[in-house]
């Protein structure tokens, strides 16, 4: 029996990404990514409903990437797998659900940081100061930083902090 879990989403950062270390001493990074999504109701008007999306990574890689070009508003392209994590709290099992970006999945910006900021800021045509208007975020695939390339050398477990 084949079974599969893939989790893709395009969708706009809700805030900057937060980064911490999770019990067993592993470094993550986790952003919340909301998609939309728009509907005809009853009356024949147009409805926007917004759905948040839960999303962490353990990848060294990934994590650079979020420290250097990923800020809230940011369109990105998230590919990786659903999942369950749960944790103790007071006495009781917590179970929360997310998505996890392992190293073969994609956490991508699709525009810069440059655009981004125009784009909230209203202005448009202009590169910013010290910026340069060609210059993309789009980080491609590659091995983790540091020039390792351990094959999934992390072991996920029920820590995973979404």
């Known amino acids: 029996m084949i079974n599969i879990n893939e ?17 067993r001493g592993q470094e993550y ?5 909301i998609t939309s999504r728009s509907y005809r109701d009853q009356n024949d008007k147009w409805q926007e409903v917004a759905t948040g999306h839960s999303v962490v990574t353990f990848d060294k890689y990934r994590i650079q990437h979020g420290r250097e070009r990923l800020r809230k508003g ?23 659900r997310g998505i996890l970006v392992p190293m073969r999945g994609r956490l991508h910006a699709l525009e810069s940081r440059e655009a981004n900021s125009r784009d909230q800021s209203g202005e448009t045509g202009r590169a910013p100061a010290g910026g340069d208007a060609s210059s993309s975020s789009h980080v491609p695939d590659g091995p983790p930083i540091n020039g390792q390339n351990p094959i999934d050398q992390h072991t996920y477990d029920d820590e995973i902090p979404f």
């Open 7 to 23: 989790a893709r989403l395009i969708g706009r950062l809700a805030a900057d990404p937060t980064f911490g270390t999770s019990g």
């Open 29 to 33: 990074m986790r952003v919340r990514v």
């Open 74 to 96: 940011m369109l990105v392209l998230v590919e990786g797998e659903n999942n369950e994590s749960r944790r103790e709290v007071d006495g009781e099992i917590v179970y929360s």
